[in-house]
């Protein structure tokens, strides 16, 4: 049987885009950042980021440049940039270039630094108020540039939280403003992407040396996993996960988390850790080359699948197994005659 990811044409996805023309160069068009300019509600949040190399992508080149395709909106990691050039701040790189290849314009490609690309402070990076607002009013604005009713979004790591968030909304503290509300916009997303998420925080900052040393093991809205009290149920998890989780809001029509086995995946309560409440399914690598990064990097076939085609019954021979919200992981090599029940759960 055809695999649904063909694994031998993985290092294809690697393969660099060589041409340097307005589709592939880095950087918003002249076209969208005219756009943002011009409108009171974007230009204050510098999503062009030219003070790095890769902080951004996206636009079309004039006004009667089509956009056929759901635009996608990419949000990156800690510490990451949207379209680096090096293994530390690639981001979406592999991601965009094997996009474009495969039918996709920049007019449908999307993407803005929310942080900065600094791996000395990662771990001090926090879910900030900030950062949350600025993931948001860039969904927002390809919202209203593109005229699309939907777009899709695909995070990764640390971006898998907060835009989860940015579109769930909710009450947050702003520095100096204090609490302010965001209304969910889950309705105008088609398919949510999560990628090696940390929905549950990091076991790590239970250690006294990094809870005591880094701001991102912090309590208020850090990675701080919370422990187990004598029934054996987590308690004191960091307030901005607590409340994102409890958030019964899904992030989009269809909400999918792909992690791997080799990316430290659990937490408490033998929890997938890049799993999260709202999802429809999860997607389990189970190679050693899909780590924290691989994962991403390598799965662009994958995600172009959920994206715009992905059905249960297209399960066939492949290196992951899979799960529902409702269930536990299951091998996808199950026999057919449990293709019925696999169909049944998917959207449970």
Request: glycine share 8%.
């Amino acid at each position: 049987m055809k695999s649904l990811i063909t694994f031998a044409s993985i290092s294809i996805f690697a393969t660099i885009v060589t041409s340097q023309n307005s589709t592939y160069k880095r950087g918003l068009t002249d076209h969208f950042i005219q756009f943002l300019n011009l409108n009171k509600n974007y230009y204050p949040y510098n999503f062009n980021r030219t003070e790095f190399f890769g902080g951004s992508f996206g636009g079309k080149d004039n006004d009667t440049q089509p956009i056929n395709k759901v635009p996608v909106v990419f949000v990156h990691g800690a510490a990451d940039m949207v379209i680096g050039e090096e293994w530390a701040n690639d981001g979406f790189r592999y991601d965009i270039e094997y996009f474009l290849q495969n039918g996709y314009t920049k007019a449908e490609l999307y993407g803005s630094m929310w942080g900065f690309a600094d791996l000395a402070g990662e771990y001090n990076l926090k879910h900030d108020t900030e950062y949350v607002i600025a993931i948001r009013r860039f969904l927002e604005a390809v919202l209203d540039y593109t005229g699309a009713a939907k777009i899709d979004v695909i995070s990764h790591s640390m971006g898998v939280a907060l835009s989860r968030a940015a579109i769930k909304g909710g009450k947050y503290l702003l520095r100096d403003i204090g609490y302010i509300n965001l209304k969910p916009i889950n309705k105008n997303v088609r398919t949510y992407i999560g990628i090696a998420g940390l929905s549950y925080g990091a076991l790590v900052c239970t250690e006294a040396f990094y809870y005591d040393n880094f701001l991102g093991c912090n309590k208020f809205n850090g990675y701080y996993p919370g422990v187990l009290d004598k029934y054996n149920k987590v308690v004191n998890v960091s307030e901005f996960l607590n409340n994102l989780n409890k958030d019964k809001t899904k992030e989009g029509d269809q909400a999918y988390a792909i992690l791997s086995l080799f990316d430290s995946p659990k937490t408490y309560n033998d929890k997938y850790n890049s799993a999260f409440p709202t999802m429809d399914m999860a997607f389990i690598f189970n190679s050693s080359e899909y780590d924290h990064v691989g994962v991403r990097d390598k799965t662009q076939e994958f995600q172009l699948r959920l994206l715009n085609s992905y059905h249960p019954s297209e399960i066939q021979e492949t290196e992951f197994m899979f799960m529902t919200k409702s269930q536990g992981p299951k091998n996808v090599q199950d026999d057919e005659e449990n293709e019925e029940e696999k169909q049944g759960n998917f959207l449970e």
